[in-house]
């Protein structure tokens, strides 16, 4: 007898709906959470039963390993809606493989994929309703396990718990978005946990963008951390670089996350004939290239903004501004992932999940 993962959810209904208070059409980012949660716990060893439950807080002892170690990690997805009602997940599924390459590095335990999805894709039946339609909305999904096992002594957990939560959004606007070149501080080392997810590593961005920001600047783009020589991210999103009309980023590496949507850039461009390169960028070649007007374009890749475009970069006390051009490599890979997103265009690649 085949026991479907649905039946064994254990779901509890909310008894009231928010959605009434909810304004669709003037929605930020991740600011407002849906009816329903996604909640798995991991004790004596196994993942206990997976539970949909009313969206609550969560009480966690003052030992859990969480407050003292950091054991956390996440994920950042989205669910998108077409005109016809059909629910759609974008890569579903590499992105529960992360969460499990960033599980690993910090001795989590990781989670069995149909456990994942499963959860996801009944959760997203019941919250249906609370995905928004409007142009360069989506419904983000934020994945997140922690350790709530407790004790002081350092070491891992023997409890962990994964919540899947959900959160309406707009679109992720930035603005003119002016960036610094980063020539102290590293967002990841070699041997680290920089490939990962880990809530750590983005707590320890926070200070140096702070002050990038003092100084005029809106984002830190990180160098290595050995020469700070070469570029590898633009905040907590990966890089690109058109000079001419070849378009760069850099290799994924221990220090440098392996983004879904980075990946997915490369392979439509290349669909697309932009000749792109995957390879080391120099600062000084940024430079030069700026100086001699062969750098188009710089701009971010990640879940959130899908692309956001760099308007300048400073380094070492001056500032560079990039041309500002008419049809960019960054708006119109944009469109076409998006279009693939919410079923506007064809998709070739086989990354359009169909959920409800
Ligand atoms: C999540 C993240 C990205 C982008 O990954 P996507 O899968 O494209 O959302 C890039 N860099 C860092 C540091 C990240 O945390």
């Not at 949909?52 to 969560?58: A, F, H, R, V």
């Not at 000084?284 to 007007?293: D, P």
């Not at 998006?338 to 506007?344: A, G, L």
Request: charged share 25%.
């Amino acid at each position: 007898m085949a026991i479907t993962y649905s039946e064994e959810i254990q779901v509890e209904r909310a008894k009231t709906t928010k959605i009434n208070s909810v304004d669709f059409n003037n929605l930020a980012f991740g600011k407002i959470f849906s009816d329903h949660m996604f909640v798995c716990d991991f004790e004596d060893g196994k993942w206990q039963t997976p539970k949909i439950l009313p969206y609550q807080p969560i009480t966690l002892q003052p030992s859990s390993k969480i407050f003292h170690y950091g054991q956390s990690i996440f994920e950042g997805m989205k669910a998108y809606k077409d005109e016809n009602g059909s629910v759609f997940l974008f890569r579903p599924i590499d992105n529960c493989k992360r969460l499990n390459i960033s599980a690993k590095r910090l001795a989590m335990p990781e989670i069995p994929e149909d456990y994942f999805m499963n959860g996801l894709k009944e959760l997203l039946k019941i919250e249906k309703d609370w995905i928004p339609t409007s142009e360069g909305s989506a419904l983000y999904i934020r994945p997140f396990m922690f350790a709530t096992g407790e004790g002081f002594h350092a070491s891992p957990a023997d409890s962990y718990k994964l919540v899947i939560a959900f959160a309406p959004s707009g679109p992720y606007f930035s603005g003119d978005v002016k960036v610094l070149i980063e020539e102290k501080y590293s967002r990841s080392a070699n041997g680290g946990v920089g490939f990962a997810k880990a809530g750590g590593n983005y707590a320890g961005q926070f200070y140096p963008t702070q002050l990038a920001k003092e100084k005029g600047y809106q984002q830190v783009i990180w160098t290595d951390d050995n020469t700070h020589e070469y570029i590898e991210e633009a905040g907590a999103m990966n890089i690109f670089v058109r000079i001419n009309d070849t378009l760069l980023t850099v290799p994924t590496s221990d220090r440098i996350l392996d983004g879904i949507t980075r990946k997915s850039i490369l392979k439509i461009a290349e669909d697309e004939g932009i000749k792109t390169e995957v390879r080391k960028i120099k600062v000084s070649e940024l430079i030069e290239a700026s100086e001699n007007g062969s750098l188009k374009e710089l701009f971010g890749a990640g879940t959130a903004a899908v692309v956001s475009p760099i308007s300048g970069f400073g380094f070492k006390g001056k500032n560079y501004d990039l041309p500002k051009l008419e049809d960019t490599f960054g708006a119109r890979l944009k469109k076409r992932i998006t279009d693939i997103q919410t079923n506007k265009a064809e998709d070739p690649f086989g990354w359009r999940i169909k959920v409800c």
